[in-house]
């Protein structure tokens, strides 16, 4: 049973910068789809970015609101996803959520739905002050 914990969320003046981590546990080896979604109050869960757990072709997928602001990557030997976010805005402010399941990444984020992921963290919270 794969678990994921997340960090790294807390408040900042837009246009700052945070890096939320998440670190899986129970992982055993397989090519996951690993993934940070956001939900904002009154707002469905939506899809931040994605990234294949064996990254072999290293292909990323983001959403429009957070490409060139945001990179997801990971740290394969310390089983940990990283989101580091700049530029940071006010509409940025939500839940933030890592999620896992064992497929390959679809290749458009629009695709990749939460009822996709079986594992979840239990999120970290990112407030962007204006």
């Known amino acids: 049973q794969v678990q994921l914990v997340e960090s790294g969320g807390g408040s900042v003046q837009a246009g700052g910068s945070l890096r939320l981590s998440c670190a899986a546990f129970?992982?055993?080896?397989?090519?996951?789809?690993m993934a940070w979604f956001r939900q904002a109050p009154g707002k469905e869960r939506e899809g931040v970015a994605l990234?294949?757990?064996?990254?072999?072709?290293?292909?990323?997928r983001y959403a429009d609101s957070v490409k060139d602001r945001f990179t997801i990557s990971q740290d394969n030997a310390k089983n940990i996803l990283y989101l580091q976010m700049n530029s940071l805005k006010p509409e940025d402010t939500a839940m933030y959520y890592c999620?896992?399941?064992?497929?390959?990444?679809?290749?458009?984020?629009?695709?990749?739905?939460?009822?996709?992921?079986?594992?979840w963290g239990q999120g970290t919270q990112v407030t962007v002050s204006s």
């Open positions: 999620a896992a399941d064992v497929f390959t990444c679809p290749l458009s984020i629009a695709t990749a739905t939460s009822p996709l992921f079986r594992y």
């Open positions: 129970g992982y055993t080896y397989m090519p996951y789809c």
């Open positions: 990234i294949d757990s064996d990254d072999s072709d290293g292909r990323t």
